[in-house]
Nanobody, 111 residues
Framework: QVQLVESGGGWVQPGGSLRLSCAAS????????TDWFRQAPGKQDELVAQ???????LYADSVKGRFTISRDNAKNTAYLQMNNLKPEDTAVYLC?????WGRGTQVTVSS
């Protein structure tokens, strides 16, 4: 069984940065893809970024150029670096690794 725990969320002013982490424990498949999704009230769930099994990073148009997904297999940890944050980035961010999900971390962008 795999457990995923996200951290690094919080409140930030527009233009600020946050770095989310997703720490994985258990029977981890280091070859599987890792994704970050976000859920915001009144909005459709959005796949924000994906790191494919072959190491290719893909991004939603809404975050392209601002967010960077990465993974440290030695630490079993995935990251989402978020720069130039906007109020519309406010959401709960969830890590998805293989077939497992974390519980999410809240990101709030406001002045």
């Amino acid at each position: 069984q795999v457990q995923l725990v996200e951290s690094g969320g919080g409140w930030v002013q527009p233009g600020g940065s946050l770095r989310l982490s997703c720490a994985a424990s258990g029977s981890i498949d280091s070859l599987s893809a890792t994704d970050w999704f976000r859920q915001a009230p009144g909005k459709q769930d959005e796949l924000v970024a994906q790191l494919t099994a072959s190491g290719v990073a893909l991004y939603a148009d809404s975050v392209k150029g601002r967010f960077t997904i990465s993974r440290d297999n030695a630490k079993n940890t995935a990251y989402l670096q978020m720069n130039n944050l906007k109020p519309e980035d406010t959401a709960v961010y969830l890590c998805h690794w293989g077939i497992d999900w974390g519980r999410g971390t809240q990101v709030t962008v406001s002045s």
